[in-house]
């Protein structure tokens, strides 16, 4: 274990000698830092341009950018990067030093505004769906100021990391942020036009705040290297299960081991230095999983905050000897990893949209705001479902364990009766807020009792004052969900500002309220069918939600298909999001991604299965066959070792031919030019003939011993660390 340069030892940080709020933020070039050692009047520029007031000029990103330099230099950093968010789903950056050679032998340290605002990777290298050709290498790097610069540590020094955008030389979007800042906008447009005629003079923009809840495993590193599907994919193409697994729910909140507390200990401490405020840690239902939440914050800096996480996660989780999966399904059979995306709407001057209140029932405003985000996951449930579309996320959703891959809203019992009965006329009825739950046990103390209980089984979840949205994978960025998410909510909001301003117009506070009834009471009675209570995981729901004629796409080829509708077009130029050639671009990126990743998992289990798995059985085979002649030469017993010594060689045979049929399926796959096609073929042929594969290699797995199989099964990767 290496010792870590700051104070302190790598899992034993003293928080005594060095208090959290000291190292809080400490790596951060946050708004408190700035507000401290920037001019006022440049400190105001860049919260003007933060609010979408104002653009940057180049003249306010030289003091900022002189700034930074030496405030980043002062805590050891020699070089900086700009951080984007190409469409590989992992963060990208390129390093510069603050060097600058003076001619004579010596250097300055320099860092200029046009070097803070501007930096230019080669866009050729990075996915771009045919928006850039291989020889038009130019892109650029824009500043994100919404989300602050903060300072990487590690055993080999410091750098400077300055969260951007990334474009092409012909300005489309290129990464994940670009549509997300817009999205961002688009929402804030259409929702302070609710609120202005709601009689909110006050509101000049609305941000979206984000917590995603991150889940992933544990394994011993020694272990890991031991398995070259872990290594190149990720997860596990083979694996029998163990006589034990998380049936007995002992994990669930169990006691955190010394090891991992060790781990997570070292991991708040990276995440707390740069601002990140993580708060809850925890073991995951499945063993030796766990899971980190912070508290939310706007969208872009929690997008960037959480690439941040799972990197550190898995460079702290090294420095203890371990490896950290976010694989969506590391393992068949145990529950997978997931992303919480609790996604809410706030105000400039401090108010959350979907804060129900004391009384929701009368809460005009919050009922207004909770029936659009009904009527567009309805309307919009098969683009948000193409939000969550991987090869890793088909393994987990649906599987008892995540959200099924039917979109719906879970509202609870009070709120959803208080819409019912303005969708059909009633009075809207009383809330459960305010009450209590009585224990009955003197000792302990009444407990406030929630607007509604919580459906772990729903994959759009309202749990009090944000909406949960569960069907994210653990390794997605959540720039695109979120983006999506805010595109459709923009959308019906804008669809209710149009009728509320022409309706109301010179009406008064009386037809407003008559106006806002008429809208939930339309939108609600038309989208209610989207809103379920029950259990998700059923398959009595599942036959319901068709009666509902609610779609079910159970994966991800079909899921990506919506990006290239008309309609989805239509959507996204209407909000200045995203441009049909972005959106094409993005739909073949996604579906060229699907067949890459399962072109390598093929190619492991093939590997797998000749070079390591065949051999191993076949001289186990040979050796239980020279036990039986051994034993039947001396008149001994020999039927138990002639019979598993038959029955391995049967199933390796069998092995053997599934083997042959996946390189075939794969060869054929491979053949195919259209990514639609292609990525068809890689799910209904690639994917069938590797779980055949892997079916009689867990079978073999069962009859092999421990010694002789080739690498670690899943008692040591799941039950030791």
């Known amino acids: 274990m290496s010792c870590c340069s700051e104070k302190g030892c790598c899992g034993r ?156 030389y012909y300005g489309q979007a290129l990464d994940e942020k670009v549509p997300l800042l817009k999205s961002i906008d688009a929402l804030s447009k259409q929702a302070v036009r609710i609120l202005k005629a709601l009689g909110n003079t006050t509101t000049k923009r609305v941000y979206t705040t984000v917590g995603p809840e991150q889940e992933y495993f544990l394994v011993s590193k020694e272990y890991f290297d031991k398995r070259s599907d872990l290594l190149l994919t990720g997860r596990t193409v083979f694996g029998a299960l163990p006589a034990k697994g998380q049936e007995m729910e002992d994990h669930y909140f169990g006691a955190i081991k010394e090891k991992v507390a060790a781990f997570m200990r070292e991991l708040n401490y990276e995440l707390w230095k740069v601002g990140i405020p993580a708060k809850t840690q925890h073991n995951e239902v499945a063993p030796n999983q766990f899971e980190i939440a912070p508290i939310y914050a706007n969208s872009t800096a929690a997008v960037d905050s959480n690439q941040f996480v799972m990197e550190t996660l898995k460079n702290v989780a090294r420095r203890h000897g371990l490896e950290c999966l976010l694989h969506e399904k590391p393992f068949a059979g145990v529950n997978g990893n997931g992303k919480h995306n609790n996604w809410s709407m706030a105000t400039d001057d401090g108010i959350n949209l979907f804060d129900p209140g004391e009384n929701p029932e009368s809460n005009a405003r919050f009922l207004l705001f909770a029936a659009a985000v009904v009527e567009a996951v309805d309307r919009y449930a098969l683009l948000l479902r193409s939000s969550v579309a991987t090869s890793a996320n088909d393994h987990r959703l649906g599987a008892n364990e995540a959200p099924p891959a039917i979109v719906s809203i879970f509202f609870g019992g009070p709120l959803t009766e208080i819409l019912d009965n303005i969708a059909e006329g009633k009075a809207a009825g009383k809330s459960a807020m305010g009450e209590q739950i009585k224990i009955g046990v003197t000792s302990l103390p009444a407990l406030p009792k929630d607007v509604s209980d919580r459906n772990r089984t729903s994959p759009f979840a309202f749990t009090g004052n944000k909406f949960e949205f569960r069907m994210v994978g653990s390794s997605q960025s959540i720039a695109a969900p979120n983006t999506y998410l805010n595109v459709v909510v923009a959308q019906v909001l804008s669809e209710f500002a149009d009728k509320l301003e022409s309706h109301s117009k010179g009406g008064g506070a009386s037809k407003v309220n008559e106006t806002i009834q008429a809208i939930i009471k339309e939108s609600y009675s038309k989208h209610r069918k989207v809103v379920f209570n029950g259990n998700g995981y059923t398959d ?65 289990v093939i590997e797998m299965a000749r070079r390591q798995i065949f051999p191993a059985v076949s001289a186990y085979a040979a050796e239980l066959a020279r036990d039986a002649s051994a034993l039947a030469a001396i008149h001994a017993v020999s039927a138990p070792q002639e019979k598993r010594a038959k029955k391995i060689a049967e199933i390796s045979n069998d092995l053997y031919e599934e083997t042959a049929k996946l390189e075939t399926a794969l060869g054929e796959a491979q053949d195919i030019e259209e990514a639609f096609a292609q990525a068809k073929a890689y799910f209904e042929k690639v994917r069938p003939a590797m779980d055949s594969v892997r079916s009689k290699s867990d079978a073999l797995e069962k009859l092999v011993s421990k010694e002789a199989w080739p690498f670690p099964g899943f008692e040591e990767l799941l039950f030791k660390l």
């Open 13 to 168: 940080i003293d928080f005594v000698e060095t208090p959290v709020a000291e190292i809080y933020g400490s790596n951060c070039f946050s708004n408190a830092v700035m507000r401290e050692l920037l001019p006022k009047n440049i400190y105001k520029e860049i919260v003007a341009v933060q609010n979408g007031e104002k653009e940057l000029t180049l003249e306010v990103a030289e003091v900022v950018a002189a700034t930074m330099r030496d405030w980043a230099i002062a805590k050891g950093a020699s070089h900086y990067t700009h951080l984007f968010q190409p469409l590989t789903g992992l963060t990208a950056e390129k390093h510069d030093s603050f060097i600058a050679p003076t001619g004579d032998g010596k250097v300055i340290m320099e860092f200029s505004g046009k070097e803070l605002i501007k930096g230019e990777p080669d866009a050729s290298s990075f996915p771009s769906g045919g928006l850039r050709a291989t020889f038009e290498a130019r892109g650029y790097t824009a500043w994100d100021v919404t989300s602050p610069a903060f300072l990487k540590t590690d055993p080999t020094g410091t750098t400077l990391c300055i969260p951007t955008a990334f474009i092409s």
């Open 540 to 604: 009595e729901w599942v036959r319901e939600a068709e009666r509902r004629g609610l779609p079910n796409i159970k994966n991800a080829v079909d899921a990506l298909t919506v990006l290239a509708r008309s309609e989805t077009v239509s959507l996204f130029e209407n909000h200045k999001v995203l441009t049909k050639e972005e959106l094409e671009s993005r739909y073949h990126i996604y579906l060229e991604k699907y067949s890459k990743q399962i072109n390598i998992e093929a190619g492991v």
